[in-house]
């Protein structure tokens, strides 16, 4: 059993391979919850500037019946459960980057991964300003048969092409979903 803490000491390198060798994972068990989400790779300068930790989140929705998600701006106080969300002048979680959990059969992915699934951000309806719009992020279960522990890669799809980037990122079972979020544009 791999833990949060042995994620936090490997290299990019080390990541791949747990990515490579990573589970399956359970949508069904996945939905309705929301995870602390850690980056891995970038350097601490743009941990300084962007941030560090973020929330994703997984919905099933009942219009489309796919399983469905956003990440939430959170105030950069550590890396240890529980967050706390951003909010506009509304009082609302900040969202941004909306995807889709989708399933990988069938899709070639760079360097050889073929995991179950990934986040579709390119179907999500996210704004053309919206960096994350061209995600296409491979995500796997750490351990067999959990889905307490993440962890994802990201990947930009380009036209026909991929991007891949040498950042990976963890999400740690949070809780249950506290807030959904329309998707863009409704």
Not at 7 to 35: I, S, T
Not at 105 to 112: E, L, S
Not at 161 to 182: I, K, N, R, S
């Amino acid at each position: 059993m791999l833990t949060k803490e042995d994620l936090l000491k490997m290299n990019n390198r080390q990541l791949f391979e747990v990515m490579l060798q990573g589970y399956a994972l359970a949508p069904e068990q996945m939905a309705g919850k929301m995870y602390l989400g850690i980056d891995l790779s970038l350097p601490p300068l743009l941990h300084k500037i962007l941030w560090r930790t973020f929330r994703k989140t997984f919905f099933r929705d009942p219009e489309s019946g796919r399983v469905r998600g956003w990440n939430v701006r959170i105030h950069q106080t550590g890396i240890e459960p529980p967050s706390r969300p951003l909010l506009n002048k509304r009082e609302v979680p900040v969202t941004f980057g909306h995807y889709e959990l989708r399933e990988a059969a069938g899709k070639k992915f760079p360097r050889g991964w073929r995991g179950s699934h990934y986040l579709d951000y390119t179907v999500a309806g996210n704004k053309w300003f919206d960096p994350a719009r061209l995600g296409y992020c491979p995500l796997v279960a750490v351990n067999r048969g959990s889905m307490d522990l993440l962890l994802g890669w990201e990947v930009l799809k380009t036209g026909t092409g991929f991007l891949p980037l040498p950042d990976f990122w963890l999400l740690q079972v949070e809780g249950p979903l506290d807030y959904v979020a329309p998707r863009p544009g409704k």
